[in-house]
């Protein structure tokens, strides 16, 4: 027997073409996406607008696509690791961040990646397969989980991160895809200022992104340093930090674009004067903000974070010097949620 499709991913020319598919009028198509992307629907039966045999004939041949979490841990401040099946016996972590009266999910958009990092434990997985459009979304329709699967109810998601597993650009056609259903009336209808991709600046797929969307973006910078650089992240080899910072001048983060430069700073490493002028060197006159990070350990990685008096030292030197800087609070370190730890190890089953 064919294995159904999945409506989730589908945009809303494809969910018309499923309503002419089935010769119902092509605004059923319109109806679907306004069930599953705005109203959250995990059943055919909750559409209540469309016909018991629209219905009958759409749950012969399509699932909607929902999958809750399969597992979940819960950090002391409050973040939450969630783990998500997305077949042939792999899985994807995503981190559920409230604070206050707002909840950011970072979702992941490839099982394993690419791009080997030194430092960060998804790159240690290597690179087992990319996520289609439906495995992204389901991570973000379905956080928080129902509170009837056993889930505690959370605030609503306020703000997506493209900064889980994988290199988002290096599955660039898939992550477009979610954020035109994400922005679109049809759709979630977000703001693209409620979205921010990160990426270690893969070329020319940056720049598709850039003409493509409208949403923020956060380059992996790390270290100025060319040489140290290419030795902590390989893909500096194919796409050198100046070239992506020549790209980033041709537009215009001044306005309601944010353009934010992420920087781990380990001890020893990249955390003195000599590095913070390398880095204000590179900025040029590039309107941005830098995000200070700290290291979190993983095995088998012999580096250390920077002292906090370091950090505040780069951080003050920084702003010193006109660029906007701060440093980032470092979330569920205790859960292996933390910046550069996913890797699909620690993850407790859920109640």
């Not at 995990?42 to 749950?59: H, Q, T």
């Not at 920087?263 to 900025?283: E, P, Q, S, V």
Request: proline letters at 4%; charged letters at 25%.
């Amino acid at each position: 027997m064919e294995e159904k499709k999945k409506l989730i991913g589908m945009n809303l020319q494809e969910l018309q073409d499923v309503a002419y598919k089935g010769k119902m009028p092509r605004f059923v198509g319109k109806q679907l996406a306004e069930w599953i992307y705005s109203k959250g629907a995990v059943s055919f039966d909750e559409m209540v607008n469309i016909s018991k045999k629209n219905k009958a004939w759409l749950e012969e041949h399509y699932t909607i696509g929902r999958k809750a979490p399969v597992a979940q841990a819960k950090s002391n401040d409050g973040t939450v690791k969630y783990l998500f099946d997305v077949g042939s016996g792999r899985q994807v972590e995503s981190v559920y961040i409230p604070d206050r009266d707002r909840a950011t999910l970072c979702v992941s958009s490839q099982v394993g990646c690419k791009m080997n990092c030194y430092f960060c434990a998804t790159g240690k997985l290597g690179f087992k397969a990319n996520l289609d459009a439906s495995d992204i979304l389901n991570q973000i329709l379905s956080i928080p989980p129902k509170p009837e699967k056993g889930f505690e109810p959370m605030t609503p998601l306020t703000n997506i991160v493209f900064m889980g597993m994988g290199e988002p650009l290096d599955n660039l056609e898939a992550v477009i895809k979610v954020i035109d259903i994400l922005t679109s009336d049809w759709g979630f209808a977000w703001s693209p200022k409620r979205i921010t991709v990160s990426t270690v600046g893969k070329l020319p797929q940056l720049k598709e992104l850039l003409d493509r969307t409208q949403v923020h973006l956060a380059i992996s910078v790390h270290t100025a340093d060319v040489a140290q650089r290419e030795a902590l992240m390989p893909a500096q080899k194919a796409f050198p930090i100046s070239a992506v910072m020549r790209t980033l001048a041709g537009y215009d983060f001044s306005h309601q674009r944010r353009l934010s430069l992420e920087y781990i700073m380990w001890r020893g490493i990249n955390d003195d004067i000599a590095h913070a002028d390398m880095l204000i060197k590179l900025i040029g006159n590039l309107d941005c903000r830098v995000n200070l990070i700290r290291f979190h350990a993983i095995p088998g990685v012999d580096l250390k974070t920077a002292s906090e008096e370091r950090m505040l030292m780069f951080r003050n030197y920084l702003n010193q010097h006109g660029i906007t800087a701060t440093i980032r609070t470092s979330r569920g370190e205790d859960i292996a949620a933390a910046c550069g730890m996913l890797a699909n190890r620690t993850t407790q089953q859920g109640n």
